[in-house]
């Protein structure tokens, strides 16, 4: 079973950027595709992003389409969400997910999560 860290998150205004990344330990990265979803308490995982595991293929949140990257490096265990031009309302808690096999918009499809990093976007 793959374990996963994240890290990179942080308070910011809007307008600004961040790179959050997830470092895997305990399996074979490469067999996972990789997700990332936002927490807000009191709401379901929101998807965000997510990449095929050899990173060929990418699939983003409408809301997010143009303004975050993700991408992978299969020889560090890490993916990474690049985001660009962050808005206030896209604050909370950033978890990354793996799946084995395909790459999927659903969080009940991940068998492995992180504890998440805090992302908070002032006005």
């Known amino acids: 079973q793959v374990q996963l860290v994240e890290s990179g998150g942080g308070m910011v205004q809007a307008g600004s950027s961040l790179r959050l990344s997830c470092t895997a330990s305990?399996?074979?990265?490469?067999?996972?595709?990789m997700g990332w979803f936002r927490q807000v308490p009191g709401d379901d995982r929101e998807f965000t992003a997510a990449l095929t595991r050899l990173g060929d293929r990418t699939y983003y949140h409408a809301s997010v389409e143009g303004r975050f990257t993700i991408s992978r490096d299969n020889a560090k265990n890490t993916v990474y969400l690049k985001m660009d031009n962050l808005k206030p309302d896209e604050t909370g808690v950033y978890c990354c997910?793996?799946?084995?096999?395909?790459?999927?918009?659903?969080?009940?499809?991940?068998?492995?999560w992180g504890q998440g990093t805090q992302v908070t976007v002032s006005p």
């Open positions: 997910a793996a799946r084995p096999g395909d790459a999927s918009y659903y969080g009940n499809k991940y068998t492995n």
């Open positions: 305990g399996g074979t990265f490469s067999d996972y595709a």
